[in-house]
């Protein structure tokens, strides 16, 4: 089942965010294939992260927490609020996603 992750940065934590996200990447790495999607949260100025939204499969919500809780962003405290919800894609992607 696919698990959306929306998570929100703490105030203050850019320079904490650009610091573990080599690791952040690494960790994701390892459940690419499983990546429905991924990527930050912007500012309304396009550049400025401000949190992670991510879908990911996994067996179970307990699995999905706990890869979570191992996730270098939530070990480091970037994260302020974290959300973890099962999600059923109904649509096709056609907007923001590269060309076949």
Same mark, same amino acid.
């Given at each position: 089942m696919i698990f959306v992750f929306h998570l929100l940065?703490?105030?203050?934590?850019?320079?904490?965010r650009e610091e573990i996200r080599p690791?952040?990447?690494a960790y994701l790495g390892a459940v690419a294939e499983r990546i429905a999607f991924a990527g930050p949260l912007l500012a309304d100025d396009g550049q400025?992260?401000?949190?992670?939204l991510l879908a990911i499969d996994f067996d179970h919500r307990e699995a999905a927490e706990r890869w979570?809780?191992? $996730?270098?962003?939530?070990r480091a405290g970037?994260? $302020?609020t974290r959300s973890?919800?099962?999600?059923?894609?109904l649509w096709p992607q056609?907007?923001?996603?590269?060309a076949p």
């Open positions: 940065d703490k105030p203050g934590s850019a320079a904490l690791a952040h990447k400025a992260m401000l949190g992670s979570l809780a191992g $996730e270098p962003f939530t970037v994260y $302020e973890v919800l099962p999600f059923r894609n056609k907007a923001g996603f590269p």
